[in-house]
């Protein structure tokens, strides 16, 4: 049974730039949360999807947006890339809201 | 807002016994969360508490006070690969989705 995954692992992009993020959830899980983690920090909530809508929103601007498709994977895309969004971002699946299940997170830097 | 308050560090003894404390205010509570986390990995599940209480799981036991907005996480016979970092964090409540973290204990493991 496969876990969260997410991709890619790692990437670089410079300032202005525009990223997308993708995540497959544990297998029968239908909510997906996505989590800012910088560095030395405690994950940060950014948003959750439950049957493909935004059910909730953390303290993040609109360059933050986010889907989920039918089978329940989803994608963050971040605009207008700063210095400052260079982080892990976690992809957390769970069955409604139960205790979640992260993946291995992708890891932005931002030059 | 939510202020979850925990220890940066703590040094132990492999063998030896580390109380990691976790306290909380939050503008609602339905359930404290801990969370291991190895550096470049996920974090992992370790407990779920929401009533006061001791709840035990092999080396590994988690307390809650509810009226004292305090939980610990108590690590007994301390192997190496316990060197982690430890996250406490607290679901808000009803009708709120997110998990708000700790900034995290790294705990170090010394043999």
């Known amino acids: 049974d496969a876990g969260v995954t997410q991709s890619p692992t790692h990437l670089i992009k410079t300032r202005g730039q525009q990223v997308t993020l993708r995540c497959s959830p544990k297998s029968g899980h239908d909510t997906v949360s996505w989590y800012q983690q910088a560095l030395g920090q405690g994950p940060q909530f950014i948003f959750q999807?439950?049957?493909?809508?935004?059910?909730q929103r953390g303290n993040f601007p609109d360059r933050f947006s986010g889907h989920q498709f039918p089978n329940y994977s989803s994608e963050l895309n971040v605009n207008a890339l700063l210095l400052g969004d260079s982080a892990l971002y976690l992809c957390a699946s769970s069955l409604s809201t139960e205790r979640l299940f992260f993946g291995e997170g992708s890891r932005l830097t931002v030059l | 807002g939510q202020n979850i308050d925990q220890p940066t560090e703590m040094t132990a003894t492999e063998g030896a016994i580390v109380q990691i404390n976790c306290t909380y205010q939050?503008?609602?509570?339905?359930?404290l969360f801990w969370y291991q986390q190895h550096a470049g990995e996920a974090p992992t599940f370790l407990s779920y508490?929401?009533?006061?209480g001791l709840e035990e799981k092999g080396r590994f036991s988690s307390f809650l006070s509810r009226s004292k907005g305090y939980s610990y996480l108590l690590l007994k016979e301390l192997q190496m690969k316990d060197s982690a970092s430890y996250l406490c964090a607290v679901n808000p409540g009803t009708n709120d989705y997110k998990l708000s973290f700790g900034a995290g204990t790294t705990v170090t493991v010394r043999a």
């Open positions: 508490n929401v009533l006061d």
């Open positions: 999807y439950y049957e493909e809508e935004e059910r």
């Open positions: 939050t503008s609602g509570f339905n359930g």
